[in-house]
Every structure is written in C-alpha cells, then in structure tokens.
C-alpha cells in the first residue's frame, strides 16, 4: 500500500512559469513533509520541509502549501528556471521515526528555456 | 571528501555473482540506511542502522546482506540476484535523537544492473 501519492508523474513548465506537484497521504499521524530534489546522477537532497502546525512554508522560489484536513501537499516553483529542471519527491514520517520516510513516485520536472 | 561516498558508481553483475557495495560518509552521523530506487516508483528503505545496529529491515530479501563495522560505513553485500533487483541503490546518512525530524543526506548511488 503506497502511503504517499505523488502527481503529475511528470510536467512541461516554461522558463518564468509555475510548477505545481501535488501530494496526498494516508497516514494521519504522519507530522513532517519534506521534499527532495534529485538531479540526473545524483542522489535525492532535502529541498524544503513542513510541518502540519502551518499551512505554507516558503523559500525563496519555492513554497510548501499544506492542507490538513484533506490530507494534501503541494510544491509551488515560482519563475521557473531551467536549472529547476530535476525530478522532485514529496515524502512523509513521523517524528522520531529515525529518518524512515515515506516518498512519492516522484515528478520530472523539465523547464524549457 | 565530504558527504555520502558510494562506490562502485555501476555495477553489472550475473545472478551467481557476489559482490559488495560500499558506503562512507564523512558528515559524523550516526545513523545510516540503505534505500533502492527503481524508475516511476518511490524509494524504498531496505535497511536502517543506528550507532552500528540495524534497527529495521524492510522485509528485504536475504540475498541481500548488510554490514555496518562502524557509524561511518556502510556495506551491502549481494549474491544470487535476480534480474528485478536491478536498480539504483542509494545509502544515506543523518544524525539522529534530536527532537526534531533528520534531514537525510544521499549518496549519488550505485547503478546496478543483473544480468
């Protein structure tokens, strides 16, 4: 049973344009939501985490938006780049649960020049 | 060197094979996982060691094998695959016990292919 669903699986986005991935869990008790950005040959690296005491979380052009009650995630990329372009993976865990995190299939994000 | 180390980078084995793939990190962490990435699906955890003892093993397969001699090394150990064990193996590192969620650091990982 696949505990995060993560979509698209992947997305066409022009250079100055907004990416939006969208994530959905099952696990309630889950309290931390980090995604991860992975380009070609390397392995996936922290990109930005929230937690469900907020509902948005935002560094510089990317942004958390978190929805509680309907058990919804998503990734915001404003002004797209094409270094932007990479496959991101949303994720789940639960405090204390020694790094046992829970991942999307994962979206490719390819951003035309 | 800093970070997740990975070597080999590829590896392509026959299924009587036996072979190793090792994992270093030079970021002080105590605790270590192996986790196997195949393309469209999400990221597996196969194993958790935490100050050198596993503590989960994700229902993985006996033909796969870990090894943890200290916090900074990671091994796992391979024979008599099968051709749907190919994958991307990742090791990641983080440091554990504090309050709040660990941020994982991944290594680039090993391509493997069986053939």
């Known amino acids: 049973q696949q505990q995060v669903k993560q979509s698209p699986q992947s997305l066409i986005v022009q250079k100055g344009g907004i990416s939006i991935i969208n994530c959905a869990y099952e696990?309630?008790?889950?309290?931390?939501f980090p995604w991860y950005q992975q380009f070609p040959g390397k392995g996936p690296a922290l990109l930005i985490a929230i937690r469900p005491d907020v509902s948005e979380k935002k560094e510089g052009r990317f942004t958390i938006s978190f929805n509680k009650s309907a058990k919804q995630f998503s990734l915001h990329i404003m002004d797209s780049q094409p270094g932007d372009s990479a496959t991101y993976f949303c994720a789940a865990s639960l405090t204390g649960s020694w790094g046992k995190l829970q991942f999307g299939a994962g979206t490719q994000v390819v951003v035309t020049p | 060197e800093t970070g997740v180390t990975q070597t080999p980078r590829h590896l392509v084995m026959g299924m009587t094979n036996k072979k190793s793939l090792k994992c270093e990190q030079h970021?002080?962490?105590?605790?270590m996982y192996w986790y196997k990435q195949s393309a469209k699906k999400p990221l597996e955890l196969m194993f958790v060691?935490?100050?050198?003892?596993?503590?989960e093993n994700n229902s993985v397969p006996s033909r796969f094998s870990p090894e943890c001699p200290n916090s900074s090394h990671l091994f796992l150990h391979l024979h008599t695959l099968q051709p749907e064990d190919s994958a991307l193996y990742l090791c990641a590192s983080s440091q554990t016990g504090s309050a709040t969620n660990e941020k994982l650091f991944f290594g680039s990982g090993t391509q493997l292919s069986v053939l």
């Open positions: 970021l002080g962490h105590n605790a």
């Open positions: 696990n309630t008790a889950f309290d931390y």
């Open positions: 060691y935490n100050f050198k003892e596993q503590t």
